[in-house]
């Protein structure tokens, strides 16, 4: 079977991505790539701020070419009433909705669940906000930065004498947006296998990762200790850092088993520490965390990376390099997965990006194409889903509305 004809489970699935930046439009995303067909809605000057977003090339946004894949891009000003009635006639005939706007917006548009789902009740529609509805912060405005920070990550994150630290990249988002993404097929498994009607779902930028972060709750609420920043430590396991190589490369090392700390030990030539009760026994390992460490980190930097990579692959220990974005390209294990994938594009020619997470034996995702151009789609979809004409739409072109 070829590829194109593979099928994918979200076949015959419309969603409108009427969200910008990352955390809703990565929903999309997800669901693009298993087959759903993805309409998204764009400001007609400029588009979804995404394209703007980090590195360009030729005035292409990178970010937004790998975002956008597999979509539709419509424009379309919500600003305007005719705009939103277009984006209702779209909702109407959509599984899944998806936007960002303020709460107070959506409701003094017209557009917030009550009303779209009195005209589709089979809708489901997915809220990403930055603290969520209800609460005295709802109607505020958040980006998945102050989600990292009220989170507790930036809290955590760091070495104990520096500053709290945020993340390079989306994490926030990213992770609000895998929670949307399973509560999306949760309700609609509740819609077409229960029979139910469609639902809200309501995921903020904080919550989501906070649930990951749930350990110095537990802490404090148990014990009363409020956790601090280990730097590359975890006060669950040693040995656990990052640690220098004689040749000026890094390797991390997870000592989450005992039966892995007590290789790495073997490994580094101390076996003697394995009959040590100081660092036989975990709970005791962990209060001389500082002592394995010094172990590991003095026997890593006299070996090369290669040399340490191939003890510790053979004692099957924990370990991994850190790479950059050339070592992560080029790692045969990933290769071998075929993990990046080089797609065609008429902007750029080809571009690389990351295949679909996980990967499906019988209904794998797949990329078709990356983000198309502002409004590419606009004229075809409105023609086809809402029968509108060619006057239709140059009318609506020049007051602004598309």
């Known amino acids: 079977m070829s590829t194109a004809a593979t099928p994918r489970s979200l076949a015959g699935l419309r969603v409108i991505d009427a969200a910008s930046l990352a955390a809703g439009p990565l929903v999309a995303t997800w669901l693009g790539e298993l087959g759903a067909e993805v309409i998204k809605i764009e400001q007609p000057e400029g588009g979804d701020a995404v394209r703007q977003w980090g590195a360009q090339k030729d005035g292409v946004g990178l970010m937004w070419k790998s975002l956008g894949r597999n979509k539709k891009s419509v424009t379309l000003n919500l600003r305007e009433e005719r705009g939103r009635d277009i984006l209702r006639g779209l909702a109407r005939g959509a599984d899944v909705l998806i936007m960002n706007l303020r709460p107070s917006t959506m409701t003094r548009w017209g557009i917030d669940y009550e009303a779209m789902a009195a005209e589709n009740p089979s809708l489901v529609m997915v809220h990403i906000t930055g603290f969520g509805a209800g609460g005295p912060k709802s109607d505020y405005p958040g980006f998945g930065t102050l989600g990292e920070a009220m989170s507790g990550f930036a809290h955590m994150t760091g070495h104990p004498d520096g500053p709290p630290t945020l993340p390079s990249f989306m994490l926030g988002d990213g992770v609000a947006a895998l929670n949307a993404t399973y509560a999306v097929l949760a309700a609609l498994y509740h819609r077409d296998v229960h029979g139910g009607a469609g639902q809200l ?109 191939a003890v510790f692959e053979e004692a099957q220990v924990a370990a991994a390099p850190v790479y950059d974005a050339e070592q992560l390209l080029d790692d045969p294990q990933l290769k071998a997965r075929n993990v990046y994938r080089r797609i065609p594009d008429p902007e750029l020619g080809h571009m690389t990006v990351q295949g679909p997470v996980p990967m499906l034996t019988a209904t794998p995702g797949r990329v078709d194409h990356l983000g198309p151009p502002l409004g590419e789609h606009t004229d075809e979809v409105l023609a086809d889903l809402l029968e509108l004409s060619d006057t239709d739409l140059k009318s609506l072109r020049e007051d602004g509305v598309i």
Not at 229 to 245: C, Q
Not at 272 to 293: C, G, S
């Open 201 to 309: 779902i309501d995921v903020n930028l904080i919550e989501p990762l906070a649930r990951l972060l749930e350990q110095p709750v537990l802490t404090y609420d148990q014990l009363g200790v409020v956790p601090t920043r280990s730097g590359n430590r975890w006060d669950i396991s040693a040995p656990r850092n990052t640690y220098r190589t004689k040749d000026d490369r890094w390797l991390a090392m997870s000592g989450s088993a005992p039966s892995i700390a007590m290789r790495a030990l073997r490994a580094v030539g101390r076996a003697d520490l394995t009959t040590d009760p100081r660092f036989a026994e975990a709970q005791q390992r962990l209060k001389n965390a500082a002592e394995v460490d010094k172990v590991i980190a003095d026997w890593v930097a006299e070996h090369t990376l290669d040399e340490a990579m």
